[in-house]
């Protein structure tokens, strides 16, 4: 199974490597999001999907709009049982170390989510 939310070549080169019956979930298209001209990139190489007879299916967070308060119980209660727990890597120095912040979601230098502190709570 292969999760896409970046699309355009990227998603073309995992359906070159996709094995026979392979499951592709398609949630966000993000190459395309900040793009100039608003023009999405497309997939040059659906032929792979049909020979390697892959399944590609979207999802969208508004088909199951229902569910999240069920969810949310759910994880704040594995939370609050320890079961369930989260990384968190907190960047500080406020808006002077933001190109510092975003350059580590680039090169691994997050573990986790990455925060930035723009004012510490002492300051307020």
């Known amino acids: 199974m292969y999760w896409d939310n970046v699309g355009g070549e990227l998603l073309g080169a995992m ?4 094995a026979k019956c392979a499951r592709f979930v398609l949630c ?8 100039e001209t608003k023009q999405m990139v497309g997939v040059c190489n659906l032929t792979y999907a049909v020979t390697q007879r892959v399944t590609l299916k979207g999802l969208l967070i508004l088909d199951h709009l229902a569910g999240i308060p069920r969810v ?3 994880l ?3 939370t609050e049982e320890g079961k369930l ?3 968190v890597t907190m960047g500080r120095g406020g ?5 510092v912040g975003i350059a580590m979601l680039f ?3 997050n573990i986790g ?3 930035l502190e723009v004012k510490p709570p002492s300051d307020e």
Do not use: P
């Not at 808006?95 to 190109?99: D, S």
């Open 15 to 18: 359906l070159e490597r996709a």
């Open 28 to 35: 966000g298209a993000i190459i395309g999001y900040n793009s």
């Open 72 to 74: 949310r119980e759910e």
């Open 76 to 78: 704040s209660r594995l």
């Open 85 to 87: 727990k989260s990384r």
């Open 95 to 99: 808006l002077k170390k933001v190109e």
């Open 107 to 109: 090169s691994g230098g």
């Open 113 to 115: 989510k990455a925060l």
